[in-house]
């Protein structure tokens, strides 16, 4: 059986590449993903100038395409796939500051980094809730935002969790309850949903001023 690294390694360019190409607008099973990217960007580039910024799952860097422009400290980022690292590499070396950007082929618990801002997208699903107990208790200082995938008794889910269960067969994700992370981030974290994101939702613990629309 494929370790949950192989299969990333496996799956990461095609995943990405089914997720974020452009489609016809009302017929686009993905738009929850590329929405949650959207939102992702739109709510950190109110707060990214002059901050570092940590994203764990960061695969081949499609968050920070959307945010490289900015006035950011530094980003680091961080993927136990290496064929995701090596993408994002050789996309960010023509990238003229490229002083600012450091990546880092490793397990997404296995350190505790320092920066401003912690963002994972799609992340928690694919991890256990031991790795997320690591996560939230590394940077529970710091400001975060994770998406995950809500669990609800939803058709939309059901569809997902079997579409899941054949493509991917051997790992698929979870779908944890708003309460169940909320009780592993403590008493600072917020639940964000919107009907874009379908059952997709944000645990965050971001600046009051952020605006979400
Ligand atoms: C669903 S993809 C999301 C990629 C990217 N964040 C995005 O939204 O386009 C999940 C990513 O998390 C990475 N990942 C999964 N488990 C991980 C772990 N334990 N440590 C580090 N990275 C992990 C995978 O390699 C993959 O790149």
């Given at each position: 059986m494929l370790t949950k690294k192989e299969f990333w390694n496996q799956k990461i360019s095609?995943?990405?590449?089914?997720?974020y190409k452009k489609t016809l607008k009302y017929f686009d099973v993905n738009s929850s993903v590329k929405f949650r990217l959207q939102l992702a960007v739109a709510l950190l580039s109110q707060?990214?100038?002059g901050k570092s910024l940590l994203e764990l799952g960061c695969g081949s860097g499609l968050l920070w395409d959307c945010m490289k422009l900015l006035n950011m400290k530094s980003y680091k980022g961080v993927d136990f796939s290496k064929i995701a690292i090596e993408t994002?590499?050789?996309?960010?070396?023509?990238?003229?500051?490229?002083?600012?950007i450091s990546l880092s082929c490793e397990?997404?618990?296995?350190?505790?980094?320092?920066?401003?801002?912690?963002?994972?997208l799609g992340?928690?699903?694919w991890i256990p809730?031991?790795?997320?107990n690591t996560i939230a208790e590394n940077y529970k200082e710091n400001w975060y935002l994770h998406s995950f995938s809500e669990k609800r008794h939803s058709f939309s889910q059901f569809l997902h969790a079997l579409y899941s269960r054949v493509n991917y067969k051997v790992w698929t994700p979870r779908y944890r309850s708003a309460d169940k992370l909320l009780s592993i981030f403590g008493p600072k974290a917020k639940i964000y949903r919107h009907p874009r994101?379908?059952?997709?939702?944000?645990i965050y613990h971001l600046p009051s001023h952020i605006k979400f629309s």
């Open positions: 095609s995943w990405e590449k089914s997720k707060i990214a100038e994002f590499q050789k996309k960010a070396q023509n990238f003229k500051d490229r002083k600012q397990d997404c618990a296995q350190n505790n980094y320092p920066a401003n801002i912690v963002v994972s992340l928690l699903d809730t031991e790795k997320i994101l379908s059952f997709g939702a944000f």
